[in-house]
């Protein structure tokens, strides 16, 4: 089972729409959860934490259920320019480093 | 805002060559790491360093690969003898704490290219 799971997509939605990501991870004992977005060639940006309670930031809220070792997305409102890779990741207790999904591609149209 | 800077953006080179890429973390940044993207695929961990040592590295990272941070602002990434598979986007970041609670800022790539 890969680390870090996600569907690779492409989502292509019209403006406005509502849009969910989701992913899955394998290890456990892994303590903090990210969404990262990657636009073309260019590098990852944090997009937001994920936390344990669920957290809402603007337009874009993030969940994560630690029984199902899932993690989700939703972005409501699309925009055009909220066209980008959006990468699920995670980090292990006691690990200094990010394992990143292969991305969910987001392309948002007139 | 500061940002991490990373040279050169590109570099092509000749298989069996050696390349070093060069990245200047953010100023009071403790935590060093590169990654890298190979085409169409995910962003890989490389290896990370701390106090002046290196902390982890993944299998990826094997005696071909060396970092250094040879004074108090650069940290290099070095490839000794370059294969066609080491084509990629390679990314530094910096953290100023450990990742379960820092943030990680990426510079904007160097894309190597070996022919």
């Known amino acids: 089972r890969k680390e870090v799971e996600q569907d690779p997509g492409p989502f292509n939605v019209p403006e406005g729409a509502t849009v969910a990501f989701n992913c899955t991870y394998s290890?456990?004992?892994?303590?903090?959860f990210f969404w990262y977005r990657q636009d073309c060639r260019k590098e990852p940006k944090l997009l937001m934490s994920?936390?344990?309670s669920g957290n809402e930031d603007g337009r874009f809220t993030a969940q994560l259920n630690r029984a199902s070792q899932y993690i989700s997305l939703l972005i409501r409102d699309s925009k055009l320019s909220d066209s980008a890779t959006y990468l699920c990741?995670?980090?292990?207790?006691?690990?200094?480093?990010?394992?990143f999904g292969a991305g969910t591609r987001l392309a948002v149209h007139p | 805002e500061p940002e991490v800077t990373q040279t050169p953006s590109h570099q092509v080179t000749q298989m069996g060559q050696e390349v070093i890429l060069r990245c200047v973390p953010i100023?009071?940044?403790?935590?060093f790491y590169w990654y890298r993207q190979i085409l169409g695929q995910k962003v890989e961990f490389l290896v990370s360093?701390?106090?002046?040592?290196?902390?982890?590295k993944s299998e990826i990272f094997d005696d071909q690969f060396s970092v250094e941070r040879p004074d108090g602002s650069n940290f290099t990434l070095k490839i000794r003898s370059t294969k066609l598979e080491d084509s990629a986007m390679y990314f530094c970041?910096?953290?100023?704490?450990?990742?379960?609670?820092?943030?990680?800022?990426f510079g904007e790539g160097s894309r190597l290219t070996v022919l």
């Open positions: 970041a910096s953290s100023e704490e450990d990742l379960d609670t820092g943030e990680l800022f």
């Open positions: 290890n456990s004992a892994s303590q903090s």
């Open positions: 994920v936390y344990s």
């Open positions: 990741v995670v980090n292990g207790r006691g690990y200094n480093k990010l394992i």
């Open positions: 100023s009071n940044h403790l935590y």
């Open positions: 360093f701390y106090n002046n040592e290196i902390s982890e």
